[in-house]
């Protein structure tokens, strides 16, 4: 039987009374709702997905020092969503059924988008992603844990997509051999930022990894307020925040777009998001990084893309799906993303060099 849910918010705020309850956002990893008090005050509660993070407190210890450390960056300038502890002093409450709680406020007057309307979103994107950089610079990744090990390892992904393939356990790979192939015939390219990193080349930075435009509160005036949904914030390359927040912000059409002749690279969005996220990281990022940072985005696409193509290839286990060709068809659109993007690598990477001069 399932805790109602005004209890759980007992164990944080015994004090308080609710007067509503709803469904809030639509996110697919958590379930989460928008809670309101009797004295105006709104929350966040939210149910942790224990299928996707296995280590729940280790989770949490990652977020609690991750708000610690940016509210202790810009106090009066940073305005991030409180998380609650429990009367017991814990930032979660663990119920009989087995299920993990946390609450955070809810930030009055704030807004999300799920698209990038416009280049005035994509710059302010990028000042919140960057920002967020800018605040980790002196941060030692070796103080937080891996929430989801191997997220964007590409090696990592290309091996279980092998796997896939070998095991071919839904009988798929006969229709799929000529993508099987364009996956295989760009593996050393893709390796080339983690090589880079192994090499010592690329320092390994503390990076948010779900760098989406609903990650991104903002304001009345579509002014950004601060970077939400820490659970994969974790070691990485920071060329993972920028790739990402490019493949999903900068793209002409949604990520499963059917019709192909729609998916392209926005060079007007990727010039947008990369001036406001190099204003704040300017001072900091090395020239290595600077130099792959017009190649990021095809290399978060072809990750993403092969996690579709092997999700697909494994009976559809992982991803959502709608329909029976769903990842498949997410795959197709993810790949003309991906070249569109080789088409205009030239143009991305001159974007970035003049971006970088005129602020040097």
């Known amino acids: 039987m399932s805790v109602p849910l005004d209890f759980i918010f007992s164990q944080f705020h015994p004090n308080l009374k ?13 379930v989460t709702y928008k809670l309101s008090t009797q004295n105006e005050a709104s929350f966040i509660l939210q149910k942790i997905n224990r299928v996707v993070f296995s280590n729940i407190p280790v989770l949490q210890s990652n977020i609690e020092k991750v708000i610690d450390h940016m509210n202790g960056q810009h106090p009066n300038v940073i305005n991030m969503p409180k998380i609650f502890k429990t009367k017991a002093g814990k930032s979660y409450f663990l119920d009989n059924d087995g299920d993990y709680w946390r609450l955070f406020s809810f930030i009055p007057g704030s807004i999300t988008y799920d698209r990038v309307l416009d280049a005035g979103l994509a710059y302010e994107a990028g000042k919140a992603y960057g920002t967020f950089q800018e605040m980790f610079r002196d941060f030692s990744p070796t103080l937080l844990h891996e929430t989801l090990p191997n997220f964007h390892h590409i090696d990592n992904r290309l091996q279980l997509f092998e796997i896939s393939v070998l095991n071919n356990p839904m009988n798929r790979v006969e229709e799929v051999k000529n993508e099987i192939e364009f996956v295989r015939s760009r593996v050393r390219r893709m390796q080339r930022i983690m090589l880079k990193g192994q090499a010592g080349l690329i320092p390994l930075r503390i990076t ?153």
């Not at 609710?18 to 958590?30: P, Q, T």
């Not at 190099?278 to 978060?300: G, H, K, N, R």
């Open 208 to 360: 948010h990894n779900d760098t989406k435009i609903n990650n991104v509160l903002f304001d009345k005036d579509d002014k950004a307020i601060c970077v939400i949904d820490l659970d994969t914030v974790m070691p990485g390359y920071i060329h993972y925040d920028f790739g990402d927040a490019i493949r999903t912000g900068a793209a002409s059409a949604d990520e499963d777009e059917i019709d192909l002749s729609k998916m392209c690279i926005d060079l007007k969005l990727f010039e947008a998001y990369s001036r406001g996220f190099l204003e704040q990281t300017i001072d900091f990022v090395s020239q290595e990084e600077m130099d792959e940072l017009y190649f990021a985005p095809q290399l978060l696409t072809f990750i993403i893309a092969l996690r579709f193509l092997t999700d697909y290839l494994n009976g559809d286990a992982y991803f959502k799906v709608d329909h029976e060709n769903h990842n498949l068809q997410r795959w197709y659109a993810q790949k003309q993303l991906l070249l569109s993007m080789v088409a205009h690598e030239v143009e991305m990477q001159q974007i970035i060099q003049q971006i970088d001069k005129q602020l040097k």
């Open 18 to 30: 609710l007067i509503s309850i709803e469904a809030f956002g639509n996110g697919h990893i958590h």
